[in-house]
């Protein structure tokens, strides 16, 4: 089991900037890729980001690319999620996830991530 907490969210203006973390304990961390989904209010999950176990391989939605930078730090069992340049249309629950297989797979579905966090609310006003 691993089990992941997510925090940083928060209510910011457009253009501004947030980060956020996920924090993971159980398993060992590093043996997953991990990223981040979004759902927001009347519409279905998204994916947002994801990174290899290794941290070498990253991918994005094309809505978030040039403004969102997903990093992690095995030792600290932690990731993150540095949000730029927020527009109005980011407001969600942003979800850390935790996937066995590869990052590559994360992006392209969420029906083989294997551990959820609880999510964490980003609400950005215009």
């Known amino acids: 089991q691993v089990q992941l907490v997510e925090s940083g969210g928060g209510l910011v203006q457009a253009g501004d900037s947030l980060r956020l973390s996920c924090a993971a304990s159980g398993r060992t961390f590093s043996n997953y890729a991990m990223g981040w989904f979004r759902q927001a209010p009347g519409k279905e999950r998204e994916f947002v980001a994801a990174i290899s176990w290794s941290g070498i391989s990253t991918y994005y939605a094309d809505s978030v690319k040039g403004r969102f930078t997903i990093s992690r730090d095995n030792a600290k069992n932690t990731g993150y999620l540095q949000m730029n340049s927020l527009k109005p249309e980011d407001t969600a629950v942003y979800y850390c996830?935790?996937?066995?297989?590869?990052?590559?797979?994360?992006?392209?579905?969420?029906?083989?991530?294997?551990?959820w966090g609880k999510g964490t609310l980003v609400t950005v006003s215009s």
């Open positions: 996830a935790a996937d066995a297989t590869t990052a590559r797979a994360m992006a392209i579905t969420d029906n083989y991530v294997d551990y």
